[in-house]
């Protein structure tokens, strides 16, 4: 996996393959799926969601930059796979995630699997971040909504945060980098994608559904 749908596809940080490699990404998918889990796609989870392509958790890794001095928010745990991707790249994930048996599933993977130690599961709205460890340094949203949530924006770090979130109509999404600095916020597209939509006070908009 590493190799080729990685290294190949332009995936440089040396950091990001090797925690890429070390996480069993099988023991993060339902096991009637197991047999996906390493293919270069997403792998359907309960509640119209999915564990994310390996390629596109390695290249919002890549993007974000991370060191072991990093506090991460992530929206979006579902099955705990790309939280404990990150907490092998910094130093502390806080993972919201919408459905209640998801953050439960989350919870006992990332437990069995032992990198609990490094992942807080929050079930809460992960559009409005978690205020009570902000600032971070670095903020990953594994769901897509027509702009990045003002919330998220508040709560990167004033001078240096990074945010990597898709940003677009529900059809398809532009994986989108924001950075902060000291002259304000920049933002670039990395590539083209299609993330599950997100859930919450600020990901809902009517033109794609949401009643809840």
């Given at each position: 996996?590493?190799?080729?749908?990685?290294?190949?596809?332009?995936?440089?940080?040396?950091?990001?393959?090797?925690?890429?490699?070390?996480?069993?990404?099988?023991?993060?998918?339902?096991?009637?799926?197991?047999?996906?889990?390493?293919?270069?796609?997403?792998?359907?989870?309960?509640?119209?969601?999915?564990?994310?392509?390996?390629?596109?958790?390695?290249?919002?890794?890549?993007?974000?930059?991370l060191?072991?001095?990093?506090?991460?928010?992530?929206?979006?745990?579902?099955?705990?796979?790309?939280?404990?991707?990150?907490?092998?790249?910094?130093?502390?994930?806080?993972?919201?995630e919408?459905?209640?048996?998801?953050?439960?599933?989350?919870?006992?993977?990332?437990?069995?699997?032992?990198?609990?130690?490094?992942?807080?599961?929050?079930?809460?709205?992960?559009?409005?971040?978690?205020?009570?460890?902000?600032?971070?340094?670095?903020?990953?949203?594994?769901?897509?909504?027509?702009?990045?949530?003002t919330?998220?924006?508040?709560?990167?770090?004033?001078?240096?945060?990074?945010?990597?979130?898709?940003?677009?109509?529900?059809?398809?999404?532009?994986?989108?980098?924001?950075?902060?600095?000291?002259?304000?916020?920049?933002?670039?597209?990395?590539?083209?994608c299609r993330?599950?939509?997100?859930?919450?006070?600020?990901?809902?908009?009517r033109?794609?559904?949401?009643?809840?």
């Open positions: 996996m590493v190799d080729r749908q990685l290294r190949s596809r332009g995936i440089h940080d040396e950091h990001v393959l090797v925690a890429m490699g070390q996480v069993p990404r099988h023991e993060f998918v339902p096991h009637a799926l197991r047999r996906f889990a390493y293919d270069d796609e997403p792998v359907s989870l309960p509640r119209r969601q999915s564990v994310s392509q390996p390629y596109m958790v390695a290249v919002m890794a890549e993007a974000l930059a060191t072991q001095t990093d506090t991460v928010l992530e929206v979006g745990a579902g099955s705990g796979y790309a939280a404990a991707v990150i907490a092998l790249l910094a130093k502390h994930v806080y993972s919201i919408w459905e209640a048996d998801l953050a439960d599933m989350a919870r006992t993977n990332l437990h069995r699997t032992g990198y609990d130690a490094r992942v807080t599961i929050i079930h809460g709205d992960g559009t409005l971040g978690c205020p009570a460890h902000a600032p971070y340094d670095a903020i990953s949203v594994a769901a897509a909504a027509p702009q990045v949530p919330r998220l924006l508040e709560q990167m770090e004033p001078n240096s945060g990074r945010l990597v979130m898709p940003v677009g109509p529900e059809s398809s999404q532009e994986l989108t980098l924001v950075r902060c600095s000291p002259a304000g916020l920049r933002s670039m597209c990395i590539t083209g993330f599950v939509p997100l859930r919450g006070t600020e990901g809902r908009r033109e794609w559904g949401f009643t809840s």
